[in-house]
Structure formats: structure tokens, C-alpha cells
T-cell receptor, first 112, second 115 residues
Framework: DAKTTQPPSMDCAEGRAANLPCNHS???????VYWYRQIHSQGPQYIIH???NNETNEMASLIITEDRKSSTLILPHATLRDTAVYYC?????????????FGKGTKLSVKP | DVKVTQSSRYLVKRTGEKVFLECVQD?????MFWYRQDPGLGLRLIYF???????EKGDIPEGYSVSREKKERFSLILESASTNQTSMYLC??????????????FGNGTRLTVT
């Protein structure tokens, strides 16, 4: 299984870009990188995913390095409502179809 | 937007009680999942279902069972609740179409306390 490594916590000023890094050095060639976030007392929320090209949607951008061993989630203009735990996950194959292994994530605190 | 609804946000039950946690989705997704989330342990998969009346064990199925009689509804059953089943329970769904890379959509969770 590909594992991911994220810093346990980060701070970001409101209105600034939040850049959340993730290492996944053992990722396989056809495994996707997913990002979810979890706001306190709510279920995880899907943000974005990608394979090797950079991706952007209305919530965030995902930058994946050329060797695919790491990625960065970018929230371009962080707001207080973006305070959450952010999880970087690599799709796992195997008997549990669709199982995603959630690690401990990065707790992002957006400060005024 | 996908809507995944869990019947209760908070539930308190006594040891030995039979507990039903219900999950309903409105997007006609084939795949449905039950996770539990505990501090320091992340999310762990209990059971999942890829079709009506089909079920597969996840990583921690012991003490749980599931039921999927209709496509939109996936129930988690604790036959005899125990204190170590106190946890946050999360239901998720995913479309079978392009399931290789389809994201999971989660409900808001049920925080179960067993006393």
C-alpha cells in the first residue's frame, strides 16, 4: 500500500494561499492522489484528485511532481471556514474495493 | 450535489442493546461504505456494498453486520453493543461509473456512545 506523509499542523493567514504538502514516495504508476478535508464534527469532504497532471476545480488546485512522489494542495484564498483537517490519500488496490486509507492528516488553522 | 444522510447525529445506547445506524443516499450510487473514526486511528472500513443485497467485509467487521435491501439505503447493525464500539460512524457512497477513480461522498456521521 502506498503511504502518505503530511505535516501534523499548519497555520495560514486569512486571504493568503494555503499550500499543504504530501509525500507519497511509494505510489504506484496508476494510483491516484486524493484530497479530502474534515471540518470539526462533520464527515470528510472530497476536494480534488489527480493522477499525474495538475488539476484545478472550484475549491482548490492540486500540483503533482513529475516523479509523482509528492503533491501539494493549494487553497488560493484561504478563509476561516477552511480551518479543517486535510487528508492526502492514495488509492489502494485489493480486496476492499474502493477502500481509502485515511492517515492523520494536516490540521490547517486559518487565522484572521 | 450528492447527498448522504445518516439518520442520527448523536446516539446513546446501553451495553448489549441492538443498534441500527441508517444511511440513505440520493444519487443512485452503487457502492456504499461504513467507516468508523477514532482519535489516532483515522478512518477504518467496517463493511461495504457494491450492489443491493451484496456485502463485503472491510478491515474491522467483527461485532457488526450490514443490510442493503434497497440501492439507496445501507444499514449498519451492532447486534450487541459494547463500550469499545463507542465511536464516530461515517457512511460513504461512490458511483460505480469510473469507480477506479471516483471519489467517496460522506455523510455527516453518527456519534455513538455505548454506556
Amino acid at each position: 500500500d502506498a503511504k502518505t506523509t503530511q505535516p501534523p499542523s499548519m497555520d495560514c493567514a486569512e486571504g493568503r494561499a494555503a499550500n499543504l504538502p504530501c509525500n507519497h514516495s511509494t505510489i504506484s504508476g496508476n494510483e491516484y492522489v486524493y484530497w479530502y478535508r474534515q471540518i470539526h464534527s462533520q464527515g470528510p469532504q472530497y476536494i480534488i484528485h489527480g493522477l499525474k497532471n495538475n488539476e484545478t476545480n472550484e475549491m482548490a488546485s492540486l500540483i503533482i511532481t513529475e516523479d509523482r512522489k509528492s503533491s501539494t494542495l493549494i487553497l488560493p484564498h484561504a478563509t476561516l471556514r477552511d480551518t479543517a483537517v486535510y487528508y492526502c490519500i492514495v488509492r489502494v488496490y485489493g480486496g476492499s474495493q474502493g477502500n481509502l486509507i485515511f492517515g492523520k492528516g494536516t490540521k490547517l488553522s486559518v487565522k484572521p | 450535489d450528492v447527498k448522504v444522510t445518516q439518520s442520527s447525529r448523536y446516539l446513546v445506547k446501553r451495553t448489549g442493546e441492538k443498534v441500527f445506524l441508517e444511511c440513505v443516499q440520493d444519487m443512485d450510487h452503487e457502492n456504499m461504505f461504513w467507516y468508523r473514526q477514532d482519535p489516532g486511528l483515522g478512518l477504518r472500513l467496517i463493511y461495504f456494498s457494491y450492489d443491493v443485497k451484496m456485502k463485503e467485509k472491510g478491515d474491522i467487521p467483527e461485532g457488526y453486520s450490514v443490510s442493503r435491501e434497497k440501492k439507496e439505503r445501507f444499514s449498519l447493525i451492532l447486534e450487541s453493543a459494547s463500550t469499545n464500539q463507542t465511536s464516530m460512524y461515517l457512511c460513504a457512497t461512490r458511483s460505480q461509473e469510473s469507480s477506479y477513480n471516483s471519489p467517496l461522498h460522506f455523510g455527516n456521521g453518527t456519534r455513538l456512545t455505548v454506556t
